[in-house]
């Protein structure tokens, strides 16, 4: 078994070689991506069924089409993102060509989390080829049915000297942290980032750290309390509420709260039934540990709906804590299960004194009929996304940066986003080797006739003279 001083080595000297630069080996990869995908479909389903007991609706709209999505957007566009852009020049400069060149850093690393184990390291995978890139992927030994498919068989699909899957748990994760790597992309637990930045900084490789957090969702009291349920309980639900981006916990006057629970009530049954455990929508707790974990923070507060667990099937229901306090446990760490708080709160002003107090959060949501009372939330506060009167879905636009903000990470990604964040902006100046007697104004010594023709000329309001 090859070492893991040896694939970087051997990863490395492929980057220097130029390989991974051509237009045609970036795509030639990128659709190698997409037969993986294509030729492994049903396979990578089963594996995810067996991880997280997704469904054949959640395998498609939350990984595989996605994916799929990301590697045709980079196939289309892949030429005109690495096309050198032309920059705004000052007269001084009209002769020359400036220009931006986005350049490849090298050898990469993607460290990718159990909740999404195909999407969340696909998609940046995209990015790093498009860019140009070698790349090492570690994904999550957590997911174990889905790392087994991603190593045996996603290696067959690329060429092997630029592209390698390593296995392991954390370990071997800080034996890879160890070396020196040329970019680090990492999605995880904003503990495990400190650990990624730390060892990142000892050799100064820049990073992106796509973080969590207790995501807020303001609801104001002119809402449909079930049109707010419904969108609510859909994105809190989802994939067992093992979701970055999920609503963490619900803010509301006591008097929402009221027609709220009800109406979560109803929107639960009609998603999942009565008995939300015979559902093959509803989605499993990944293992025993944070099984463990998520039934102890059943105890806080008071259980308005749900609170049913078993341990054997690592199920816990759809729930609804009320009685609330911002001391509680589950008020003090990301959830990332299917339990959603309610805190009372009995103003905006109170909402988001109660929200800015706190990190930035990944993703904040506010529902409200009031166009002002959605703005206001959004000028007044910070977050990674934001979005009102609905949720989860900004995540699914190429368009649009995925990513945190302070403790909830840094960095984005997505369609372009993705290729600027795995491409190194490179700055570049050709200048002509003649008319040395023009530019010898800025040479000593200095004369205030020259100093004023220099500064004029350096001006960019003076390149619209030509």
Known sequence: MESIEDTLGRLREAFRTGRTRPAEFRAAQLRGLARFLQDNK??????????????????????NSVSQSEINLALKKLRAWMKDEKVSRTLAMQLDSVFIRKEPFGLVLIVAPWNYPLNLILVPLVGAIAAGNCVVLKPSEISRNTQTVLAEMLPRYLDQSCFAVVLGGPEEMGQLLE???????????????????????????????????????YVDDDCDPQTVANRVAFFRYFNAGQTCVAPDYILCSPEMQERLVPALQDAITRFYGEDPRSSPDLGRIINEKHFQRLQGLLGCGRVAIGGQSEESDRYISPTVLVDVQETDPVMQEEIFGPILPIMNVRSLDEALDFINRREKPLSLYAFSNSSQVVKQVLARTSSGAFC???????????????????????????????????????????HPTGLE???????????PRNERLLLMAMNTRSCTLL
């Not at 049903?42 to 990984?63: C, G, I, N, P, T």
């Not at 945190?404 to 990604?413: E, F, K, P, R």
């Not at 007697?437 to 004369?447: F, G, L, M, V």
């Open 388 to 430: 009102g009167n609905d949720g989860y879905m900004h995540v699914t636009l190429h368009s649009l940066p995925f990513g945190g903000v302070g403790a909830s990470g840094m960095g984005s990604y997505h369609g372009k986003f993705s290729f600027d964040t795995f491409s190194h902006h490179r700055a570049c100046l050709l």
């Open 179 to 217: 070396h020196k790597f040329d970019y680090i992309f990492f999605t995880g637990s904003p503990r495990v980032g400190k650990i990624v930045m730390a060892a990142a900084a000892k050799h100064l490789t820049p990073v992106t750290l796509e973080l969590g957090g207790k995501n807020p969702c």
């Open 437 to 447: 007697k023009i530019y010898s104004i800025r040479y000593p010594p200095y004369k």
């Open 42 to 63: 049903q396979r990578l389903q089963e594996a995810l069924a067996q991880d997280l007991h997704k469904s054949a609706f959640d395998f498609e709209v939350s990984e």
